[in-house]
């Protein structure tokens, strides 16, 4: 199985980059890119949302600022934010007078903040990095989301003067998906349902455009969620749609989900479901979904340390 590096790897990154957002060669970094990388290295980059500052941080690059942070320790975790970052404020609403104040020399973001996009670019030139590929169809094209981060970030890096920060964060990678294929050497693979519970009833479920299935190909583990999914990779389902593949497990992604699980359990109507009945069950801590490089290698390493000792 080729890994990000690979001959296959490099095919389906050069044709995901041809996809990438023109926002991303557009926004002042790929003309006087060295000049950036210069005015970068005095931290003067300030993530305007988790997924940049997640992309940052694989870089090797200490935000400015980033929004929410005690709730990025919480929720996203990885890469890890040194004390003494100051948080921004809400994603949805940065705080404007505070980034006046600490007028980094440019901003990074999703794109979700066009409503104050204007007023941003009065402190400071915006760029904007894409690490999902949102339009994606569905269709479950091998590596898609995975090609497609992997291109966004090295994208990033180079237009910051740093190309070679990407290639260490890729190769993170490479070794974390080896080190979980290690892992599972001695595991039956059976396909894996990847969710979250919401409720009592529903679950958010990840679909054939998603990163997590992108990293189960690799893996060799096959998605057993065939059904539609969003934009963004997922679907809210009710517990019971799961029942197509009675010889799936099931893996949660969030540590509450352990308690919701035992509780969809003792209800009649789940009870039945062969991946609880048989504890066929894989709780593991919280990723972002959609954070693309950084996310995708923690996604990995949970998976392989959480499955091999629970499935023989």
Sequence with gaps: MPGINGTVGRRRILRTAA??????????????????????????????????????????????????????????????????????????????????????????????????????????????HPPFDTRSDGDGQPGGQLAFAVASLRGLAAGLGVPEAAERAVARLDRALAAARDRLSGWEPRPLHILSVLDGRRVLIHGRNSLYHDVLDRLGIANAWTGPSGPYGHATVTMDRLAGRPDAGLVNIGSEGGRALEALAALPLFAGLPFLREGRVTILPPILFYGGVPAAERFARLLGEGLAPHHG
């Design 19 to 128: 996809l990438l957002p023109a926002v991303l060669l557009s926004a002042g970094l790929m003309a006087g890119g060295a000049r950036a990388a210069e005015r970068r290295t005095d931290g003067g980059l300030c993530a305007l949302d988790w997924t940049s500052a997640q992309a940052l941080l694989a870089l090797g690059i200490v935000p400015r600022g980033l929004p929410e942070l005690d709730r990025y320790r919480r929720a996203v975790v990885e890469p890890a934010v040194p004390d003494g970052v100051p948080d921004i404020g809400a994603r949805a609403e940065p705080n404007l007078e505070l980034l006046d104040r600490l007028a980094p020399a440019r901003f990074v973001g999703d794109g979700a903040l066009s409503a104050v996009q204007g007023r941003l670019e009065r402190i400071a030139p915006v760029t904007v």
